[in-house]
């Protein structure tokens, strides 16, 4: 019989990350029972929360900006990754002025804490932390974005960004007793929809079976959450929701101190040359930070959890382009947030633009409907347009409307059929700027609409991020219609620079939500999915047999 030996299942190492304090108030040591303990107030809690939603909405890691910045150096780097780094690193200097957020979906709040034994509050944490968090959405030029269900089908917005995802865990740990850890992360809906789980079994534990796996796996994850990601592969867990958990943990790097090998008592551990194989994988996919190319991924990483003998959970999740998180502590001496890159230009190196090969088409979008669709019928897909004019602006609920009306018998609205139709949800406008973050929604969610819009007169040309189903590229190849793929990830750029007016034209109720009209000038888009059933991405979605078994040296 083995003899008992406790061991952490994620034993981390030291932690080096940087911090700066925000305040030293709220915080005090005081002496009971012989033992000195950490006393936290309500506002040193709510006045974390605050500070850590809006630097993750504004601010991304030193590390995310130098990878960027490495893919304009990369002579392997496409023409199309290139545009996509330079976008998003001009996207990331724009936010850092504390205006316009780097993503208009500002994200489901979520805090992770870990209170040490002798850390004494006043035991109603997640209501002082939900305060700061409450506050940062309220003053700040955010997005609400949650939707309260009244009843199984209906739901309202709660106009707040709240209920965020608050745990609190007990942290035993000796040396801790007097820390109160976090981490805090803003998850949009982009990302978050890219988390899977697959309930699989021990014959996936081998080179080929994985590697057939993942080929088929990750090259579904398609572009609608605006690659390139950090992307978490885990394997194995003592249950199917801890390891989503241990994956979502691991595309923030939280776990990137765990130990490197395996053993006996069954902690977790990093596979470092399987995370280097899968990279190779995916930069072969071909799909590239979104246009095609080889930056699907900026770095992977891969735990190995135990599990039950009947058991093979595999959850995969990515961090997208808003990489927001930022680690958080309280200790005796006060209240720490992560540095985070608060002056990113210098990340954004002297490049001339002529190396994004391809000319760049125009498109006048205040063309009557049946000559835009003429202009785009000439061009090939992967040109690159700059489009001026009106768009009309629908998403989910909006859809969702429109399917109503046309059920009832009712026309589909007229600015359907006369405009090009944005998908996206804007955040809120600060005081004088045209527009608030404005970047493109998951166009995937509205695939199912599109057979129906078109042969109603609609959706003929469309924009949105992401890749889209053979239904789309059918439906588009029946009916004349097109789909133009915007970069997901820059909408503070957008809004800044491309976007010059925006009204709400129907259905007010919905928010965020409602149809709106906007006026671009030189909005950038590729042309992804034409009317002769042409598809951007259906060569680079199809899985291929892959030559180096993940897992073997290669």
């Known amino acids: 019989m083995s003899e008992f030996v406790y061991e952490d299942l994620l034993p981390l190492g030291a932690d080096e990350t940087p911090y700066r304090l925000i305040t030293a108030d709220g915080v005090e040591t005081v002496q009971a029972a012989g033992r000195t303990f950490l006393q936290v107030e309500p506002e040193a809690l709510r006045l974390l929360a605050f500070e850590a939603i809006r630097d993750i909405s504004h601010l991304l890691r030193p590390g995310h900006l130098a990878q960027l910045a490495a893919i304009l150096q990369d002579p392997e780097a496409s023409p199309n990754d290139r545009f996509v780094a330079l976008d998003l690193l001009k996207n990331a200097n724009i936010s850092a002025g504390g205006v316009l957020p780097m993503c208009q979906d500002t994200g489901t709040a979520i805090v992770m804490g870990k209170r040490g034994q002798q850390v004494w509050t006043t035991g109603q944490d997640e209501d002082h932390l939900s305060r700061g968090i409450y506050d940062a959405y309220q003053q700040l030029n955010l997005r609400y974005s949650q939707l309260a269900p009244l009843t199984m089908f209906t739901e309202r917005n709660t106009g707040t960004n709240l209920p965020a995802q608050i745990e609190i865990y007990a ?230 409307r429109m399917k109503e009306m046309l059920d009832r018998g009712e026309p589909l609205p007229e600015y359907m059929r006369n405009h090009a139709v944005y998908y996206a949800g804007p955040a809120k406008t600060p005081a004088g700027y045209a527009s608030g973050s404005f970047g493109p929604t998951t166009a995937g969610r509205m695939d199912g609409y599109v057979d129906t819009f078109q042969k109603a007169g609609g959706s003929f040309v469309m924009l949105a991020k992401g890749n889209r189903s053979k239904a789309v590229t059918e439906a588009c190849r029946v009916n004349g219609g097109f789909y133009l793929g915007s970069i997901g990830g820059p909408a503070a750029r957008l809004a800044q620079d491309n976007i010059t007016k925006v009204e709400v034209l129907d259905f007010p109720e919905l928010g965020m939500e409602a149809v709106w009209r906007i006026e671009v000038r030189d909005f950038p888009a590729f042309l992804v999915v034409d009317d002769k059933g042409n598809d951007f991405f259906a060569e680079t979605m199809t899985p291929t047999i892959t030559r180096i078994p993940i897992g073997q040296p290669g």
């Not at 470092?272 to 990279?279: G, M, P, S, Y």
């Not at 990340?347 to 994004?356: A, H, T």
């Open 171 to 400: 942290n035993t740990h000796a040396g801790a007793e007097t820390k109160y850890d976090f981490l805090f992360m803003a998850k949009g809906g982009g990302s978050a929809n890219k988390s899977f789980l697959f309930q699989e079994t021990a014959a996936l534990l081998n080179p080929e079976a994985f590697a057939r796996f993942l080929d088929e796996k990750l090259r579904s994850i398609g572009t609608a959450a605006c690659p390139p990601y950090h992307l978490a592969v885990v394997v194995g867990g003592t249950s199917a929701e801890y390891a989503l958990k241990v994956a979502k943990y691991a595309s923030a790097r939280y776990l990137d101190s765990l130990p490197v090998h395996g053993s006996d008592t069954g902690h977790a551990f990093r596979d470092l040359e399987v995370e280097q194989q899968i990279l190779r994988m995916t930069q072969a996919f071909g799909i590239g930070a979104q246009f095609g190319g080889k930056y699907f991924c900026h770095d992977v990483r891969v735990v190995r959890l135990p599990r039950h003998g009947a058991s093979c959970p595999v959850a995969i999740a990515v961090s997208c382009s808003a990489d927001r998180q930022a680690l958080a502590r309280i200790t005796t001496d006060g209240v720490f947030l992560e540095a985070l890159e608060r002056e990113p230009g210098h990340y954004l190196p002297d490049v001339d633009e002529d190396q994004f090969d391809g000319e760049v088409v125009p498109i006048d979008l205040n063309l009557p409907m049946d000559e835009i669709r003429r202009r785009l019928h000439e061009l090939p897909i992967k040109t690159r347009l700059s489009l001026t004019g009106s768009l009309v602006v629908a998403r989910d609920l909006a859809h969702a």
